[in-house]
């Protein structure tokens, strides 16, 4: 992607049918550190590495509660993120207030992403620089989905967003299968492994990652570093065991994941406006 | 031509009585189930009691419409609190929240007669009393609605507190212990349903301490 002169403003299309200032957007939230998402029938994991400015610095909060039945996890300008998430949280109220029930997922996802699209129009406003990964429950089961800084929102079994992301999405993809009937634990495990493979030889510990659950009967909760600890010291065992027969084949250019279901028939296909990932 | 007079009003009263009682460290809030209209029962099984956070309880008399509308506003506010700050409000927190979110209709008010009570950020009782555009007290012990006439002259006899002027400032935390205070509220109920119409049926008892929130029930009355 290279400088030239439609990309100055949002509001000037390129001759080729894309904006590129939103495009550069979602570079803004590959350069953010790693978040990713799975679910199962039951519940939705959300999981993030703490990556901090300095040794001296702590790391930016990435994984908000937005309703007891809904959370996020956010990679690019983290401060897009915190706004969009007290927007998520006041939208939550708000319907809570109106019809006491909670929000439904599929709801909130599109209103944000209405939200989002504003911003690609409006020529005294910029694109919001932050990928979000919402989390929730709802009448109709468990929910992941991704909304993107161009408006569009994609619902997924599992998914990663941010740097070093497409190690985690390899892995998620050759195991997504059997998220949908695994146990809560289980799929907590799976998310910490999906974690460590964005470290990339780092060592998982509970202080580089962020872990939050939702699912039917449990609320919205970020689990504490001793849990995290636990299970990663529990399967770290069991993977040594095993022995090193994980390795990710090198799929490049595929979709991030299964079941995308893009809402407004964007074109996927022609793999010129990278809009959908 | 004289000025033409409004034949309706946007307030009802429902009647009933709320009171509350602080301890050294727990606190009693207590409420009578009985919800009225004119002459008329509405219902005998209406609470007037909303937990608003952990340790803190609202009892409201008067409109109950509007007492709805203000628990579901402080409700709301509360949960905003939590995602901001990580942690649940202190009950003086919430008590000065109350009585802003009073005062803002001062020209339109919520004709809500309110008594707060929980624990203080030290496990000890606290009670704050409220009228409807939002004044308020921290007080030891206090009562408001129908009944209030006839319960707040006895719990004043039984629970002499010092004047809140003095210095040093004294404890108006009452000394008696739980189940002696809860006794006293179940008397001081039954007290009131004698003579007031609007008061009985039932009688909802919410008592805060360090293990938590628990509930009681004890008949009253149904005349």
């Not at chain 1, 979602?26 to 703490?50: D, W, Y």
């Not at chain 1, 309703?67 to 300008?77: E, F, K, P, T």
């Not at chain 1, 800084?149 to 497409?166: C, K, T, V």
Request: glycine share 8%; proline share 4%.
């Amino acid at each position: 992607m290279f400088r030239n002169q439609y990309d100055t403003d949002v509001t000037t299309w390129s001759p080729a049918g894309r904006l590129f200032q939103v495009e550069y957007a979602m570079e803004a939230v590959k350069q953010g550190s790693a978040a990713i998402g799975l679910r199962s029938k039951t519940h939705v994991v959300l999981g993030c590495v703490n990556k901090a400015n300095s040794e001296l610095s702590s790391h930016q909060k990435k994984i908000f509660k937005v309703d007891d039945h809904i959370g996020v996890a956010i990679a690019g300008l983290t401060a897009d993120g915190r706004v969009l998430s007290r927007y998520m949280r006041n939208e939550c109220i708000n319907y809570s207030f109106t019809y006491d029930s909670p929000l439904p997922v599929g709801r909130l996802v599109v209103q944000l992403a209405d939200k989002a699209q504003v911003c690609t129009q409006r020529s005294w406003k910029r694109p919001y620089g932050v990928g979000l990964l919402v989390a929730g429950l709802d009448e109709s089961g468990a929910h992941l989905y991704y909304n993107c800084p161009s408006g569009n929102y994609f619902e997924y079994q599992a998914f990663a967003i941010g740097s070093r992301s497409q190690a985690a999405k390899t892995y998620l993809e050759r195991r997504f299968e059997s998220f949908r009937d695994t146990t809560r634990d289980d799929l907590v495990k799976d998310a910490l492994m999906a974690i460590r493979e964005t470290l990339q030889g780092e060592t998982l510990k509970s202080s580089v990652c962020t872990v939050a659950v939702v699912g039917v009967g449990e609320p919205f909760h970020v689990l504490d570093q001793g849990t995290v600890q636990q299970m990663i010291d529990a399967f770290e065992i069991v993977a040594e065991q095993e022995g090193p027969a994980a390795e990710p084949d090198v799929d490049s250019g595929q979709e991030a994941s299964a079941e995308p279901e893009p809402e407004q028939g964007a074109a996927a296909g022609e793999g010129v406006a990278p809009m959908d990932i | 031509m004289p000025k033409e007079q409004a034949n309706w009003s946007p307030y009802d009263n429902n009647g009933g009585s709320c009171v509350a009682v602080a301890g050294a460290d727990y606190c009693v809030i207590a409420a009578d189930t009985r919800m009225s209209t004119g002459y008329n029962i509405l219902t005998r099984d209406y609470s007037k009691i909303c937990k608003l956070a952990d340790k803190c309880v609202m009892a409201s008399s008067g409109f109950q419409a509007d007492v709805k509308a203000l628990q579901k506003h402080l409700a709301a506010r509360h949960l905003i609190y939590q995602h901001q700050h990580n942690k649940q409000m202190s009950c003086p927190a919430m008590a000065q929240l109350l009585s802003n979110t009073l005062y803002y209709k001062r020209f339109f008010p919520y004709y809500s007669f309110n008594v707060l009570g929980g624990l203080d950020n030290e496990g000890k009782g606290c009670v704050f009393t409220y009228d409807a555009v939002g004044s308020y007290e921290k007080v030891g012990y206090s009562s408001q609605g129908s009944g209030s006439t006839l319960i707040m002259p006895f719990l004043d006899n039984q629970l002499k507190s010092p004047s809140p002027l003095l210095l040093p400032a004294q404890d108006a935390v009452t000394p008696l212990a739980e189940a002696e205070a809860i006794d006293l509220v179940k008397t001081v109920f039954a007290l009131a349903s004698e003579r007031d119409i609007y008061t009985g049926d039932k009688l909802e008892i919410v008592v805060i301490n360090a293990d938590g929130i628990r509930r009681e029930y004890m008949d009253l009355r149904k005349d």
